[in-house]
């Protein structure tokens, strides 16, 4: 069974344009997570998607991020405009139910110049 | 706000020496996760831990949780190579969804 993919894998964009990260789930995980890691600091949480609701957004840092999960199954992460603060590992994770292990995907690097 | 304080940062050890992480938690929480992550991958998970007194090992790796102390320890028994990678605890607070991590340690076993 194929696990959390997330693409792009690295991104190097420049201060003020827009990226897209994009996070396929575990097949039949209804639940979905993202995290990021900024340089130096611990990975946090972002938001929760139960099916394509947003169950938990309270992480989201500014008005800047939008996630979406159109459909219920894969989601993406949008930055804009990107500002140089934004730059880290952006992780998705997926689980079967609430309150459940969590998987989690190889991330995404983002470098904003 | 819940906070999770992991250590050490940064573990250097020798192949066959014992060694243990530590993982406090400021809040009562239900949910306490062990996770490996070698550079560049995934997130691995290693150990889920729900009740105090658990104990779950998987080969070299013991992770145990006293919910009264608030802590949870990753111990490593005579360490390989294979064991070098960054490992992480996360605490499940409450009713809430969401992890929340440690900073990680960063573990290099010398041959």
């Known amino acids: 069974e194929a696990g959390v993919t997330q693409f792009p894998s690295h991104s190097v964009i420049e201060k003020g344009q827009t990226v897209t990260l994009r996070c396929d789930p575990i097949?039949?995980?209804?639940?979905l997570y993202w995290y990021r890691r900024v340089m130096g600091k611990e990975i946090k949480f972002l938001l929760h998607?139960?099916?394509?609701?947003?169950?938990?957004e309270s992480g989201m840092p500014n008005n800047r991020f939008l996630a979406e999960r159109t459909g219920g199954t894969y989601s993406t992460l949008k930055v804009q405009p990107a500002e140089l603060e934004d730059s880290g590992v952006y992780f998705c994770?997926?689980?079967?139910?609430?309150?459940?292990?969590?998987?989690f995907g190889p991330g995404t690097r983002l470098l904003v110049l | 706000e819940l906070k999770v304080e992991q250590n050490p940062l940064f573990l250097s050890m020798q192949e066959g020496k014992n060694y243990t992480i530590y993982c406090n938690y400021s809040?009562?929480?239900?949910?306490l996760y062990w996770y490996r992550q070698d550079p560049g991958k995934s997130l691995e998970s290693l150990f889920v831990?729900?009740?105090?007194?658990a104990v779950k090992q998987e080969g070299r790796l013991m992770a145990s949780l006293d919910t009264k102390a608030r802590l949870s320890t990753l111990h490593i028994t005579a360490a390989v190579h294979d064991l070098s990678a960054t490992y992480f605890c996360?605490?499940?607070?409450?009713?809430?969804?969401?992890?929340?991590f440690g900073t990680g340690t960063l573990l290099a076993v010398q041959p």
């Open positions: 831990l729900l009740s105090n007194g």
């Open positions: 998607f139960v099916k394509e609701s947003k169950q938990d």
């Open positions: 809040t009562t929480s239900d949910r």
């Open positions: 994770a997926s689980s079967q139910a609430p309150r459940e292990t969590q998987y």
């Open positions: 996360a605490v499940g607070p409450g009713a809430t969804n969401k992890l929340i």
């Open positions: 097949s039949g995980h209804d639940n």
